[in-house]
């Protein structure tokens, strides 16, 4: 198991974090050396002795996490702090054990007080961490876990070097070389003119462009990738030139992925809203599940532990009946009666101890593994929609990424807030076109001759 101590002071926020109600249970497992009943109590304690030395870190905290789906028992629990404590010079001293169990998981905090009473000074922590990667390592072959590669070879604690799921690649072609030149095959064998060429490729996803080097390309609207519309639909440049006229006509490849962006991101939007709301939905849905359960399993603890009482205050006055009274008893002290029956009670309180101790452990396993599936199937629920809108985040900011700066928004913009029908080629044809109206209207202002200004006069 992992192990993390540092020495620390702040008793009162300690003592907080650990009763923390975040967690699904906590269980104050152990008070040892100490007056008070409580945690917070306790670690006041060690404040007040602190006091009279000049010791401001006056607890050593440690935590203890297993691996994830190992079920670990008190009495593992307990001997592995037994041995950081013995191997941190800690022995003898006072110290609490907090359990934690929050997804499925337990796990284990301990409070050691570092004050040593008869000499009031500080027991002094030298090489702790390095002492404890020792010990966890022990604790992983001891028990047959599979080491973490950090802990087995620091080289590899760089979070860097951590094999992660592959990306599922941003879509660079996605689409099969033939299926792309069947389609523009099919689309200029279906088309006569322009218009025609420029509906037929906008059904398959592409949009005609100006090339910066080619005469005329088109835009694959997902993936952002340039097709020269001669090479893939098999025909000549010239033959593509007298259906499709002057390519100056047709927009700019990043005027073109613009006006793309512009109509696609609203619909990607759209999506990710809907992933976002199916993604609080499930949340909330198994929140709502794993309060029932936590419910369930704190009543199942309490009925436990009441009738574990219960059984223990029958059995103690089993056992205190079987003394006799009066002269009886003072005959059974004569004979030795007495000290057989006193060892056969302390045997058999023990082993009723083992007892509660093995049933509470199987409730405890039964319910971690209830919240561990709970726990596991929340995560895989939750995944695909999480996979899904991180792509669509990436092709959001793709797209955002095409759109040119605010103020050059003009035509592309206009078209996308007007609410007239027609397809997206139709759009494109329509900005064309006002596009080379406007080139015109400029060409013709600056072939117009200036008249002559007449001198200024002063007044």
Known sequence: MILKGSQRGGAKDLAVHLMKDENDHVEVHELRGFVSGDLEGALHESYAISRGTKCRQFLYSLS????????????????AIDKVEQNLGLSGQPR??????????????????RINVDEMKAVQMSFDHRKLQTISKELYREHGWDMPRGLANA??????????EEWQQAKRIGKDPKAVKAAFQDAWAISD????????LAERGFHLAKGDRRGFVAVDAVTDEVFAVPRWAGVKTKDVRDRLGDENQLPSIAETRAMIAQGILPKLRGFDDQLSAQQAFTKQDFECKKADLVTRQRAERSALEQAQKLRAQTEAQTRQARFRKGLGGIWDRLRGEHKKIEARN????????????????????QQLRARRLLANTRLKALQMPKEERAELQR????????????RERRASDRLQESKTSGSTAEAFDKAARKRAFLD?????????????????VDR
């Open 155 to 164: 080289s590899e604690r760089d979070p860097l070097n951590f094999t992660l």
């Open 193 to 200: 003119s322009k218009a025609g060429l420029s509906h037929a």
């Open 346 to 365: 302390m045997a058999e309180a023990q082993k009723a101890s083992a007892r509660d101790r093995a049933e509470k452990g199987r409730i405890v396993y």
């Open 395 to 406: 092709d959001i900011t793709r797209f955002e990424a095409t759109r040119p700066p605010k």
């Open 64 to 79: 203890l996490n297993p691996p994830k789906d190992a079920d670990v028992s008190t009495d593992q629990f307990e001997a």
């Open 440 to 456: 015109k209207r400029r060409s013709e202002r600056a072939q117009r001759p200036r008249r002559p200004r007449g001198p200024s």
């Open 96 to 113: 609490a054990i907090v359990f934690h169990e929050k997804e499925g998981r337990r796990h284990a905090h301990a409070v050691w007080s």
